[in-house]
């Protein structure tokens, strides 16, 4: 399977924790996004990547949320001190240039107690 | 700011009857609009996109939707619904021509009956 992968595909934290998330987007697919869902609502915009250059960062995101791409392939998305509203479940997705559609990983569901 | 909204939680209909998902969207300037299927415990699925040109948009699975600027509306259609077609449809746009970050609706669920 080529598409998006993501791991862990479930992560249960208890609040206060740090918990980091990889995605590893399609072969060569240079854009890299991060979504967040929460139960009932559409994929709210987190952060997104070119290559390794990080070109926008939502405000909703804290600085307790850091994201990177160092090499410009797979992408690490760390919460730091989690809380309980940080439950949800986390997207990444790929897309070969900026005009066109994303493709989505299956996500990574954080429930934190 | 960029939004779209779909004002239907839920749409039911019969398998076999045409069905409709509606979006609607308020930008500033041209908008780049997107519809995502998301089935249960799989990611979303892009299923058709509008950029420019042509006001009828055909996608995946027979899906198709129009553009219709006057209306401000982007609506999800298929001529003949299918049980598979069951699922959760999101509405999205491109929050400004310089940046990828999409905007999506709180999504549309779609029940198709027997």
């Known amino acids: 399977d080529t598409g998006v992968s993501q791991d862990p595909r479930h992560k249960i934290t208890k609040r206060g924790q740090n918990v980091t998330f990889r995605c590893d987007p399609i072969s060569e697919h240079n854009r890299l996004y991060w979504y967040r869902q929460t139960l009932g609502q559409g994929p709210e915009f987190l952060t997104y990547?070119?290559?390794?250059?990080?070109?926008?960062k939502s405000r909703l995101l804290s600085d307790r949320f850091s994201a990177e791409r160092p090499k410009g392939s797979f992408s690490t998305l760390e919460i730091q001190r989690t809380e309980q509203g940080d439950s949800a479940m986390y997207l990444c997705a790929s897309s070969p240039s900026g005009i066109g559609e994303q493709y989505f990983g299956p996500g990574t569901r954080l429930t934190v107690t | 700011a960029q939004s779209v909204a779909q004002p239907e939680d839920q749409v039911n209909v019969a398998e076999g009857n045409p069905l409709t998902v509606k979006c609607t969207y308020s930008?500033?300037?041209?908008?780049?609009l997107f519809w995502y299927v998301q089935y249960p415990n799989r990611g979303l699925q892009f299923l058709l996109k509008y950029i420019t040109g042509d006001n009828l948009v055909k996608g995946s699975y027979g899906f198709e939707a129009e553009f219709n600027k006057s209306q401000t509306s982007f609506h999800l259609k298929k001529p003949s619904a299918l049980v598979s077609d069951s699922a959760l449809y999101f509405c999205a746009v491109r929050d400004k021509p310089w940046t990828d970050k999409l905007i999506f609706g709180t999504g549309t669920r779609l029940q198709v009956f027997p």
């Open positions: 990547f070119q290559n390794e250059a990080q070109l926008e």
């Open positions: 930008v500033s300037g041209n908008p780049y």
